[in-house]
């Protein structure tokens, strides 16, 4: 979908204007030096989160190891294992505008993943270019298993990720007023100053609404997709030192002990 050029429309209002009045636009400002009061106001960027997320989780084999009991008696001994992932978070908006006065703004995860991470990313309106950020995640297990006599107990430490995508609205608040800029006077002037709405009156665009009090409300969409470790589970499996057959095999899910995300150790654009 091709991004509306907001520049573009603001010159086709001037020249349309002072083509009107008798006169020519020879450009349109967003800012007029030494009326920054009557500047042209962007406003309350933001996105919000719509509709319920698409989410698949998956294990993934993290760390192994071997704990042996070669006495006549049980023992209790621990698994230690450590695993960093990465998780990954792209934004992208679908739908955005083109404007010279720019329009930064800075997104957070969805509600499906922001018990889990606060990163966070900057996207600008007038681009469709995703914008990724990565995290490193470190897992750390230490925890108590009873290996019975004469058994060698195999630990596996899995991580369960999550992929999902979630879509949002982009939004934002156009207010204030454009000046055009004329190489004769027109009614005296050289230049004169627009309300946003007018413009917007005359020139209906898709994706801009215009409301009461010189505001116009624009909505875009756009959407989040990443991917992350949300929990851990040790699966293990005991074998006899005497038979090469599996004895008993259960699993842990989020160990108790040493278990869980140790900290945020990198986080990298």
Request: charged share 20%.
């Amino acid at each position: 979908m091709s991004m509306p050029d907001v520049d573009a429309i603001f010159k086709q209002y001037g020249d349309w204007w002072c083509r009107e009045h008798g006169g020519k636009c020879d450009r349109m400002n967003v800012v007029q030096k030494g009326y920054e009061d009557r500047r042209l106001v962007l406003s309350d960027e933001r996105i919000e989160y719509y509709g319920s997320a698409d989410a698949m989780e998956k294990p993934t084999t993290g760390a192994r190891q071997v704990l042996v009991n070669g006495t006549n008696v049980e023992q209790s001994q621990t698994v230690q294992l450590t695993k960093s992932t990465t998780s990954t978070f792209a934004w992208s908006l679908t739908e955005g505008f083109k404007l010279s006065l720019g329009a930064k703004f800075k997104v957070g995860v969805p509600p499906i993943v922001s018990a889990e991470t606060s990163i966070s990313a900057e996207l600008s309106l007038s681009s469709t270019q995703t914008q990724t950020r990565t995290e490193t995640r470190t897992w750390q297990v230490s925890q108590p298993v009873r290996v019975p006599a004469r058994t060698e107990v195999e630990a596996v430490l899995l991580i369960d990720e999550e992929k999902f995508s979630q879509r949002f609205h982009s939004k934002a608040v156009l207010s204030g007023y454009v000046c055009s800029n004329s190489p004769d006077r027109i009614d005296g002037h050289y230049f004169w100053f627009h309300a946003i709405s007018s413009i917007f009156e005359k020139f209906p665009t898709r994706g801009f609404t215009v409301q009461p009090g010189n505001r116009v409300f624009w909505e875009g969409d756009g959407i989040c997709e990443g991917l992350l470790g949300v929990r851990t589970r040790l699966n293990l499996t005991e074998k006899p030192l005497d038979n090469a057959n599996a004895l008993r095999s259960y699993t842990i899910i989020e160990p108790m002990i040493g278990a869980g995300i140790a900290g945020v150790h990198q986080q990298a654009a």
